[in-house]
């Protein structure tokens, strides 16, 4: 959906979107999505690999069950397939679900996690997997110009948001669930509290289109992003709002009010 349809143009594959309820991929789904070259007299393309993004982002940072990620790892290894989790926001499912990080990831290939977003490090992904596939990544890396010499700063950014910035998610989880339960209550807001599970509250508003409202809660300074990316197709809009280790509980209430204001 993003990253500018990037993996084409850089690694020149193709992708097949599964079906999720709340973000999340069935076992199934991932299994009817495999196509393999052999047997399909050439018209199938050869599926190498299954991405599984936890949290999922557009399912409103909605949290993977263990079995479930379990059974997904499982069909892509029957199908000679690697696992592949984009852990951007691995660690708020890992707060959220109080499940071992080591565990949730067992049976994956390689993991990618990010460092800034809830871990608040300024910049930073990591990838994550074994020594041979790092090596070949990092040659891939060096290819398409993301090698960096002067790194060592970052790192140690990073190094600190591992070491003091994961347990702490819970707050902002809290926080989140609080700003929706606090906007669905209100008359021109609508969100879908059941996928509120970690630091993410995607918000439904039935008036005025996004545009408006961006605008008119930017004046209020509350900057939240509307997921037409500032186009308005019709009457019914929604906006993402991020809770992280910068908003305060009294952020959470002039958020709540801004809202209110602007209704
Ligand atoms: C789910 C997810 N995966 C991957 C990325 C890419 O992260 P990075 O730009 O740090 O590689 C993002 C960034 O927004 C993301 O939200």
């Not at 074994?130 to 090698?147: L, V």
Request: contains cysteine.
């Amino acid at each position: 959906m993003y990253e500018a349809g990037g993996y084409a143009v850089l690694a020149g594959c193709s992708i097949s979107l599964v079906e999720g309820e709340r973000g999340q991929m069935s076992p199934e789904n991932v299994q009817r999505a495999i196509r393999k070259v052999a047997g399909s007299d050439s018209h199938y393309p050869e599926c190498t690999l299954i991405c599984v993004e936890n949290t999922a982002n557009v399912g409103g940072g909605s949290i993977y069950d263990q079995e479930t990620l379990d059974a997904i790892c499982e069909v892509a290894h029957r199908n000679d397939c690697r696992a592949h989790m984009d852990g951007a926001r691995m660690f708020n499912a890992v707060v959220a679900s109080g499940t071992d990080p080591a565990r949730m990831v067992r049976d994956f290939d390689t993991i990618s996690i990010c460092l800034s977003k809830g871990l608040g490090a300024p910049i930073g992904s990591v990838l994550v997997g074994d020594a041979a596939t790092i090596a070949e990544a990092h040659r891939w890396r060096k290819m398409f110009g993301g090698g960096m010499r002067q790194s060592g700063i970052l790192a140690a950014a990073g190094l600190y948001a591992l070491e003091n910035n994961i347990d702490r998610l819970g707050e902002d989880h809290a926080r989140a669930r609080r700003l929706a339960e606090a906007l669905d209550a209100m008359e021109e807001y609508s969100i879908d509290l059941g996928a509120v599970q970690s630091n993410m509250v995607y918000i439904n508003c039935k008036k005025d289109g996004a545009k408006t409202l961006v605008n008119s809660l930017a004046e209020r300074g509350v900057d939240v992003l509307d997921l037409e990316h500032g186009v308005d197709y019709g009457d019914i809009s929604t906006l993402r709002a991020v809770v992280h280790l910068h908003i305060t509980d009294e952020d959470i209430d002039r958020v709540i009010a801004a809202f209110d204001a602007a209704q």
